[in-house]
């Protein structure tokens, strides 16, 4: 009977590690077309994108995500919070102000949410379970791509289609790069055509806000995200819901990546349903 307890032991611990999740990373993958990147030097050095996933599983949930810096620093990167968690993370460098205008940071944002669409299924992913998600800069063109359909619009993919957004601590009225840019302060609040609060509505993807203090964050960055939990009730949004993470600041990351890995974990649940 030992011997027989032992065997079933052996084959399970072996019939475990054979299922093990292994995971590749393919770096510098370019999402924008060879005819653009010729013609560009800028998009062909700048426009490019790593891809961290599950080799063996199919059918897998996506995050795309949205480095932070202002619109004018930062590069590509893939959160080790978000490692080894059973699902494909993208991260995306895109184009800097101020040597392009901060509009471009959009356009290559939706350009790089759009290139996961048409091809995360060539890795095993699932098209309907792509998550856009991102910090500070990040965050705030997360929101701009999946709220202001005219972006992904111009790459044939319809906003609705994200599963769900989640930004962490993203302005939610106009970035002040682009404030900036027209002479506007960082301390005088504009609600533009480049802000995400300008397209709040209704049947926008599931959408999590996720700050650091209100006491401790950027300018008022808690204030605008409540603004936005606010009016997309009102406009009749039913799945938006905001955290504020007592004790953190805007670096807030750390504290706010469980949240993702709940949020994404929990959509996927109810697609099963």
């Given at each position: 009977?030992?011997?027989?307890?032992?065997?079933?032991?052996?084959?399970?611990?072996?019939?475990?590690?054979?299922?093990?999740?292994?995971?590749?990373?393919?770096?510098?993958?370019?999402?924008?077309?060879?005819?653009?990147?010729?013609?560009?030097?800028?998009?062909?050095?700048?426009?490019?994108?790593?891809?961290?996933?599950?080799?063996?599983?199919?059918?897998?949930?996506t995050i795309v995500w949205?480095?932070?810096?202002?619109?004018?620093?930062?590069?590509?990167?893939?959160?080790?919070?978000?490692?080894?968690?059973?699902?494909?993370?993208?991260?995306?460098?895109?184009?800097?102000?101020?040597?392009?205008?901060?509009?471009?940071?959009?356009?290559?944002?939706?350009?790089?949410v759009a290139w996961a669409f048409k091809n995360i299924g060539s890795y095993g992913g699932d098209p309907s379970l792509i998550f856009v998600s991102g910090h500070s800069a990040g965050g705030y063109l997360a929101s701009m791509v999946g709220l202001d359909k005219k972006w992904l619009q111009?790459?044939?993919?319809?906003?609705?289609?994200?599963?769900?957004?989640?930004?962490?601590?993203?302005?939610?009225?106009?970035?002040?790069?682009?404030?900036?840019?027209?002479?506007?302060?960082?301390?005088?609040?504009?609600?533009?055509?480049?802000?995400?609060?300008?397209?709040?509505?209704?049947?926008?993807?599931?959408?999590l806000l996720i700050t650091g203090d209100r006491e401790l964050e950027m300018l008022g960055r808690y204030e605008e995200n409540a603004y936005m939990m606010r009016m997309m009730k009102l406009v009749g949004h039913k799945q938006t819901k905001l955290f504020e993470l007592d004790g953190y600041g805007h670096g807030m990351t750390e504290p706010g990546f469980p949240l993702l890995v709940n949020e994404v974990n929990r959509i996927i649940k109810e697609n099963k349903k």
């Open positions: 009977m030992k011997k027989i307890l032992l065997l079933c032991f052996f084959f399970f611990g072996i019939t475990l590690f054979a299922q093990k999740t292994e995971y590749e990373t393919k770096s510098n993958i370019q999402y924008y077309d060879s005819a653009i990147n010729k013609n560009d030097s800028y998009i062909n050095e700048r426009c490019v994108l790593d891809i961290y996933y599950p080799k063996n599983n199919k059918n897998f949930a949205f480095h932070g810096g202002g619109l004018t620093g930062g590069s590509k990167e893939i959160p080790e919070a978000l490692k080894n968690k059973g699902f494909a993370v993208i991260g995306v460098n895109y184009r800097l102000s101020p040597k392009v205008k901060a509009a471009k940071c959009i356009e290559d944002a939706a350009a790089a111009k790459e044939g993919i319809d906003a609705n289609k994200i599963a769900g957004l989640i930004p962490f601590s993203g302005q939610c009225i106009t970035h002040f790069e682009i404030r900036r840019e027209n002479g506007i302060p960082d301390t005088q609040p504009t609600i533009d055509s480049f802000a995400p609060l300008f397209y709040v509505r209704a049947d926008a993807p599931p959408l």
